[in-house]
């Protein structure tokens, strides 16, 4: 008797658990890092082939400096999932899925995700939140709780982008710059703030393709560029790459 009592309690707890249901919630968070990680690897190819049809040419620069430039721009780092979640423990907060898996994918090496004058490294984060929370204070914004947003990025140390945090994972990206009275959501999520920095530079790269071209020049571990004179004769893109030993 005790074997068939033992064995119908086991089917008991099975059914109730084929009858309890997952939470919604989990379900559309993983449907969502999902989504969002085929997102971020659409994101590496189309940079990558802004590269390969790259209107910039090599000048004065060795071969060896030229090919860690263009690595540079074609590879992608991410953070571990010890990285994040020691990097959550020191911002005392909980990352979106979203931000997690940009994170993964991009947070040691974006390529040119971003622009010049956008500083987005994650070392800095705690600054970003400490410098953040200065001008919101010179500026008379009362109405912003540091604790429930996450700086994420710093243009030139005037301005910077940030989101809220939310429990259903919704993350509206807001922009905030010195002189202004009050910050402005520029995106409804963060696949959108992406994808519009993506389409800029990929815009750009046709544009350029359009264009004569201009030189990068790498000596001594400096980057330069050099566009010269339509009146000058020359036309980077028919000279192409000139690189040394």
């Not at 994650?122 to 700086?151: M, P, T, W």
């Amino acid at each position: 008797m005790a074997q068939y009592r033992l064995f119908f309690i086991m089917i008991c707890v099975f059914l109730n658990a084929c009858q309890s249901k997952v939470p919604v919630d989990f379900v559309e968070g993983n449907q969502n890092g999902e989504t969002f990680q085929k997102y971020c690897d659409s994101v590496k190819f189309r940079l990558q082939k802004v590269v390969d049809n790259r209107n910039y040419f090599f000048k004065e620069t060795t071969k060896a400096d030229a090919n860690d430039y263009l690595n540079s721009k074609r590879s992608f780092k991410g953070l571990l999932e010890d990285e994040i979640i020691i990097l959550e423990q020191k911002l005392h907060k909980k990352f979106p899925i979203s931000f997690k898996t940009y994170l993964r994918n991009f947070g040691k090496n974006c390529g040119d995700l971003f622009y010049c004058g956008q500083n987005i490294n994650y070392r800095d984060f705690v600054r970003y939140q400490k410098r953040a929370g200065e001008l919101f204070e010179n500026e008379g914004i009362k109405n912003i709780n540091l604790d429930s947003i996450l700086v994420f990025e710093f243009h030139q140390g005037y301005s910077f982008s940030y989101f809220n945090f939310d429990k259903n994972d919704n993350i509206k990206i807001s922009r905030f710059a010195e002189m202004e009275k009050n910050p402005i959501v520029l995106h409804d999520n963060f696949q959108e703030m992406l994808e519009s920095s993506v389409s800029k530079i990929e815009k750009n790269s046709i544009e350029n393709k359009d264009s004569d071209g201009y030189f990068i020049i790498i000596k001594d571990g400096f980057t330069s560029m050099e566009y010269p004179a339509k009146s000058s004769g020359i036309i980077p893109k028919e000279i192409g790459d000139t690189l040394i030993d």
